[in-house]
C-alpha cells in the first residue's frame, strides 16, 4: 500500500514537471514571437550594405552566384532580391520569412527527438524546452531579430535538419533509399550555400553514414 501511494505520488510529480515544462516552453516561444515581430529591425546594415549594392547593380543571376565574404549566399539571396522587385525593399518580408524559416528549422530539428522510440515522454517535452530556448533566446537577438541574417542562418539550418532526417532512410534495404539520398543531398546543398558554415554538413552527413 505503501509503495503504490509512492508510485502515484512520483507519477503526480512527474505530471506536474511535465505540465511546467509544456507550459514554459508555450510561454517562451509566444514572448520570443513577440519580441521579433515587434522589435524586428528593418534597417540595412553591416554586410548588407555591399550585399545590397551588388543586387542593385547586377542582374538577379549574377547577384545570386556572387561570394560575400567567403559566404556563398545563393538561396536566401532570391529572398531578398524578391523583396526589392516585388516589396519596393522595405524587409518587411525578409522579417517574415526569417521567422517562418525560424520556426520550421526548429520544427525539423523537433522531429527526430519525438520520433526517437527510447526516449520517454519527459525526455522529449525537456528536449522541446532546452531546443526552443536555445533557438529563440534574445542572446541570438543580433542573428533574429534582423530579417536579412535570420533568413541566412535558419535557411542553413533547416538544410542541415532536413539532410540529418532523412540520413537513416538511406540504409541499401530501405525502400526509400532514393529519394531519402536526393533529399540529404538537396539538404546539404541548400545548406552549403545559405552560409559558408554550412559546408561542416558534408563531413557529419558522411561520419554518421558511416
Request: charge should be positive.
Amino acid at each position: 500500500c505503501r509503495l503504490s501511494r509512492m508510485n502515484k505520488f512520483t507519477g503526480q510529480i512527474e505530471r506536474a514537471t511535465r505540465l511546467c515544462a509544456v507550459l514554459a516552453t508555450v510561454v517562451f516561444m509566444s514572448a520570443a514571437l513577440a519580441y521579433l515581430y515587434l522589435d524586428r529591425v528593418n534597417v540595412t546594415r553591416l554586410d548588407f550594405w555591399l550585399i545590397y549594392d551588388t543586387c542593385l547593380t547586377r542582374s538577379w543571376f549574377k547577384s545570386a552566384l556572387l561570394k560575400y565574404t567567403s559566404h556563398s549566399l545563393f538561396f536566401p539571396s532570391f529572398i531578398w532580391l524578391a523583396d526589392f522587385h516585388f516589396f519596393h525593399g522595405n524587409q518587411e518580408l525578409l522579417a517574415f520569412v526569417g521567422i517562418t524559416l525560424l520556426c520550421l528549422s526548429v520544427a525539423l530539428l523537433l522531429i527526430p527527438i519525438w520520433r526517437d522510440k527510447m526516449l520517454e515522454l519527459n525526455g522529449k517535452v525537456a528536449a522541446t524546452l532546452i531546443l526552443i530556448v536555445g533557438n529563440f533566446w534574445m542572446g541570438r537577438s543580433f542573428v533574429i531579430a534582423y530579417g536579412g541574417f535570420n533568413c541566412i542562418y535558419s535557411l542553413m539550418m533547416c538544410g542541415v535538419a532536413l539532410a540529418l532526417i532523412w540520413l537513416p532512410a538511406m540504409q541499401t534495404e530501405a525502400p526509400r533509399f532514393w529519394l531519402a539520398a536526393s533529399l540529404v543531398i538537396v539538404g546539404g546543398f541548400i545548406a552549403s550555400f545559405s552560409f559558408s558554415g554550412g559546408f561542416a554538413c558534408w563531413p557529419t552527413l558522411l561520419l554518421l553514414a558511416w
